[in-house]
């Protein structure tokens, strides 16, 4: 369940539309950038991952764009199905160094 | 099976008073890391340790002191709990260093500590 007083983002989508999840970073020198899903009650979990040498990257049923020049990142999520809802995450790395820095999450809800 | 266990799933305490939550992976992962995520859903890395070896210290108060006895575990010990410590705990493991190598990170579920 939700804190009270927390005020994520969100994101309202009917189910079977595509959804757009946003994140801006902030540091320019990221290169690797990771969205995870967390599911009410449980642990984050890794969907998918984009270099910065790399402005697209597809799963399956999500897509990752980047754009570097306003340090823009997105995860799609093509034909959301009430499964998806959850908080969506984005993190973002400077290769070689063991630190991911988190950005605040969006909790994404599936009307049916 | 689950890869990733913690126990306890929920942690009712007063100030002052020192607990453990313990971490066990059954992945074979040689790297294992603490995460809090606080009442924001702000999630920041504590610790990782990689092959029983200290890696990621982050600014954590000395009253947390991660202990590993083998690859398999990683527990969380906190003396001297703080109102301030509340927040879900969660462990996680890769095989190699995380994001390093670009290792998927598998979490568990969460350790929910309430300090009164």
């Known amino acids: 369940g939700e804190s009270v007083g927390l005020h994520l983002p969100t994101l309202s989508v009917q189910e079977g539309d595509n959804s757009i999840i946003n994140c801006a970073y902030s540091?320019?020198?990221?290169?690797?950038f990771i969205w995870y899903k967390q599911e009410s009650g449980k642990g984050p979990q890794f969907i998918i991952d984009?270099?910065?040498?790399?402005d697209k990257r597809q799963g399956q049923r999500v897509t990752v764009l980047l754009n570097k020049t306003v340090k823009h990142l997105s995860l799609q999520i093509a034909a959301t199905q009430p499964g998806d809802s959850a908080v969506y995450f984005c993190a973002e790395n400077i290769e070689g160094y063991q630190k991911v820095t988190f950005g605040t999450g969006t909790k994404l809800q599936v009307i049916p | 099976d689950t890869a990733v266990s913690q126990t306890p799933k929920y942690l009712v305490t007063q100030m002052g008073n020192d607990k453990s939550i313990k971490c066990e992976q059954n992945l074979g992962h040689d790297t294992m890391y603490w995460y809090k995520q606080d009442s924001k859903k702000f999630l920041k890395i504590m610790f990782s340790y990689n092959n029983k070896e200290l890696i990621i210290n982050e600014t954590v108060p000395n009253r947390f002191s991660p202990k590993s006895p083998d690859k398999a575990h990683l527990n969380l010990h906190i003396n001297s709990l703080e109102l301030g410590d509340s927040a879900v705990y969660f462990c996680a493991s890769s095989q190699d260093l995380f994001p390093v190598r670009q290792e998927t990170q598998y979490f568990g579920p969460g350790t929910r500590l309430l300090v009164l």
């Open positions: 984009i270099r910065s040498n790399m």
């Open positions: 540091n320019s020198a990221s290169d690797y």
